[in-house]
């Protein structure tokens, strides 16, 4: 089982992405089905799905090749600016599906779900959620004295970010800070505060951004500092348990 579905999803992966060329992309989002990339683009997973199979299951490949289509032209018609994110997701996991149901289809197979309601995985599940969306509410309250001082500034056009930037990069770090912590690699944790800072360097050696400087030390610090408690947390927990 776990051969075929290795095959089906680099299937996937060669033709979706590695030989479909950005112009063929944009030449079907324009043209739509009237477009010759998109039986090209069927025509490169046709092939691969051929070589990666051997000429095998033959039926199975016509069905993924069909609905392959479907998809991809029902999301072109249906893309705009404003959805074109979600409909790639929902194209990609519809793609995935169709590659399961082929799997089981050939090679029946049963998946066993219980394993998430585990202790060590509730706990797991239980630390992400604190590190990447309680943390950062902890972080936010923290730091609420200096939010009204530093939305002066901007105002007054000390500068600008995109929108929520700072939320999900908090978050990110703080997943990798756990993940790190939880695979023993400390050192990698060093690696990330120092990637941070290089990156940070140019916005805050400014003395016009000292209020900025400090906020951002200090959002850092207690960012990193709840990140490896709930790692060193967790690998205390899991020893009870």
């Known amino acids: 089982m776990m051969l075929l579905a290795l095959k089906l999803v680099l299937a996937h992966f060669l033709g979706d992405f590695v030989f479909q060329p950005a112009r063929w992309v944009e030449d079907k989002l324009e043209k739509k089905a009237r477009s010759k990339y998109l039986y090209f683009h069927i025509g490169v997973h046709l092939v691969v799905l051929l070589f990666l199979l051997q000429f095998k299951h033959i039926g199975s490949i016509v069905i993924i090749i069909v609905s392959h289509y479907l998809i991809d032209l029902a999301k072109l018609t249906l893309t705009n600016e404003k959805n074109f994110r979600w409909l790639f997701a929902a194209d990609q996991l519809a793609h995935l599906l169709v590659l399961v149901g082929v799997v089981y289809a050939i090679e029946s197979f049963t998946i066993d779900f219980s394993f998430l309601l585990s202790p060590e995985m509730l706990l797991f ?99 990193f500092g709840l990140a490896i408690l709930a790692g060193l947390a967790y690998n205390y927990l899991i020893t009870l348990i």
């Open 125 to 223: 599940f239980a630390m992400i959620a604190f590190v990447s969306y309680v943390s950062a509410i902890i972080i936010k309250m923290l730091l609420a004295p200096y939010i009204t001082e530093l939305a002066k500034d901007e105002e007054e056009g000390e500068g600008t970010s995109l929108k929520n930037a700072g939320r999900y990069i908090g978050m990110l770090e703080r997943i990798f800070v756990f993940v790190f912590i939880l695979l023993g690699q400390w050192s990698a944790i060093g690696l990330l505060i120092t990637a941070k800072s290089v990156f940070r360097f140019g916005d805050l050696n400014k003395g016009k951004n000292r209020k900025l400087t400090e906020y951002v030390l200090i959002g850092t610090l207690l960012s």
